[in-house]
């Protein structure tokens, strides 16, 4: 039987150190489904962040692939994806922004609006998906809030309608003044943010004295909102023309309640997706998914392979036969979980706008569509221009079985994109990536979790243009050039600079030289 429960779809998004994976946590212990939070750094037995999983991620404090919870929070399905804030991982980030229908975003109080979560606002806009603004460490000395709004309005042109007004200054969080009831919602602190922060709500008339200077603060900034009409309208909302605005300190679990009641009550549940050929398919059509991230070594007590996929249309039925639009084949899903963070429950049904990991599903790549009844294929996820080669070599040629099979794992991932030609070999595949800690990434997981470590080498290209067959043996010879084909077989010509592929652009205009979406930078 279908779960009716509305569902709520987003993603954490930010720059580096913004707070994503605390405050993932944080909405993860209000909605009870955890009992205790631990942030990536903690003392003593604090945990690391239940997304945060590989060790990589506890080392360096950072996220580098995102990660899937499910919950349930007052009668609402919540599907919450972690994400990289790393520009060097802005691949997996924008997966997984084809897979949601809102998104959080953190601005870090004390340095406003940093070059990453510019990009991932822009990103948002292009991708039609709604934005909440949550002012994040405002328990830690920041800019003012008003500064920071203008900040928002100046430099991506996004309306800030704040819900909530911060009662106190940075480093001095008391509370916050709820602008739609006028109440002050007043916090206590929790030894180490590690519980549900206790709040308390009063009338303008209740509060104490301690409290009145900086509650008066508020409402005076309160007031000039609302002279300024930069009060919450949900039709500008949906279409990106504003963003609710909140106030918080995820470490301290300020601000996550409202946080949670605020996505139930304004951020948009699954609608209806166009597909390639301009098809349209409703949330109570027949089933229909596409696969947004592959994900493997999340167990090491053997080999995973999970494909996370979202729910478009219909009722997903554990077991149920659907079609591969790729291939064009059937195909049988026999094992289905839903996640939190690594820890996977079996899942016998699953509804739009929730989030399903196909266990060794083999046959899946990420972009995939599948579907029963009527065909629909969703558009693919853009792979981005790779600006940083290497070649990489098995360290011990007795494990080139390991090698090349950890080699094709991590490719289907998308953790880096993996180049060949005949001149090269299968023994010397060339890796591509956004960015250099990708390689980190490929040299740590192909050493701990397929066993065979790995050398890597720089080439000397930094630029990077789509051709076809053609160009590849037009190209052949050109000085400061190379080009490999993709596992997708797309040709990839690589460049020593921009300047280069400009210059080898102009004088073969019979090329296919195409410029690729643009990453990290």
């Known amino acids: 039987m279908p779960d009716t429960r509305p569902r709520r779809t987003f993603a954490v998004i930010s720059h580096p150190d913004a707070g994503k994976s605390t405050l993932t946590e944080a909405l993860a212990l209000h909605a009870r489904v955890i009992t205790e939070a631990g942030a990536v750094h903690g003392k003593g037995d604090r945990r690391a962040t239940v997304s945060d999983w590989m060790a990589m991620e506890k080392a360096r404090g950072i996220s580098i692939t995102s990660a899937a919870l499910q919950f ?116 206590t602190r929790t030894a180490g943010g590690a519980t549900r922060a206790p709040e308390r709500r009063m009338t303008a008339d209740e509060v104490e004295e301690a409290d009145l200077l900086p509650w008066r603060e508020a409402v005076e900034g309160h007031e000039l909102l609302e002279l300024d009409e930069a009060d919450h309208d949900q039709a500008r909302f949906l279409a990106g023309e504003t963003t609710p605005v909140m106030f918080a300190s995820a470490l301290q679990n300020f601000g996550v309640a409202q946080l949670l009641d605020l996505l139930l009550d304004l951020a948009p549940g699954p609608s209806a997706t166009e597909g390639t050929d301009g098809s349209i398919r409703e949330p109570d059509d027949e089933f229909s998914a596409f696969v947004f991230k592959v994900q493997s070594g999340m167990n090491s007590a053997h080999r995973d392979r999970l494909a996370y996929a979202r729910v478009v249309s219909g009722t997903f039925e554990r077991g149920m036969v659907v079609t591969h639009a790729p291939t064009g084949r059937p195909f049988a899903t026999k094992f289905a979980q839903t996640m939190f963070g690594r820890e996977a429950t079996s899942v016998e049904t699953a509804e739009p706008g929730d989030i399903i990991g196909l266990v060794n599903a083999q046959a899946l790549r990420v972009g995939d569509t599948m579907y029963v009844g009527k065909p629909i294929d969703y558009p693919g996820v853009p792979s981005f221009a790779p600006e940083h080669f290497m070649t990489a070599t098995a360290a011990d040629i007795g494990k080139f079985k390991q090698f090349r099979k950890g080699i094709e794992q991590l490719d289907q991932e998308g953790v880096v994109q993996v180049l060949r030609s005949d001149l090269r070999g299968d023994q ?77 652009a102009r004088n073969h205009p019979d090329v296919l030289l195409e410029e690729l979406p643009a990453g990290g930078r």
């Open 72 to 187: 349930v929070y007052n009668d609402h399905v919540i599907n919450l994806v972690d994400t990289p804030g790393h520009s060097d991982f802005s691949e997996d980030t924008y997966r997984v922004l084809s897979a949601v229908d809102s998104a959080v975003m953190l601005v870090d109080a004390g340095k406003g609006l940093e070059p990453q979560t510019l990009k991932l606002f822009r990103v948002c806009a292009l991708r039609g998906i709604p934005v909440i603004t949550v002012i994040n460490k405002w328990d830690r000395p920041g800019l003012s809030p008003l500064g920071l709004m203008d900040e928002i309005q100046k430099q991506i042109n996004l309306r800030p309608t704040p819900l909530t007004w911060p009662v106190g200054e940075a480093g001095d969080f008391r509370g916050v003044l709820d602008r739609r009831t006028g109440e002050f919602v007043k916090y």
């Open 428 to 504: 010397s595949p060339v890796l591509a990536a956004v960015g250099p800690l990708q390689f980190e990434v490929v040299e740590d997981r192909m050493k701990n979790e397929f066993n065979s470590p790995i050398r890597l080498s720089s080439l000397p290209y930094s630029s990077a243009r789509k051709t076809d067959a053609a160009g590849a043996d037009a190209l052949r010879g050109v000085r400061n050039s190379e080009v490999l084909q993709r596992s997708d077989g797309t040709y990839l010509a690589l460049f020593s600079d921009q300047w280069t592929a400009g210059y080898v």
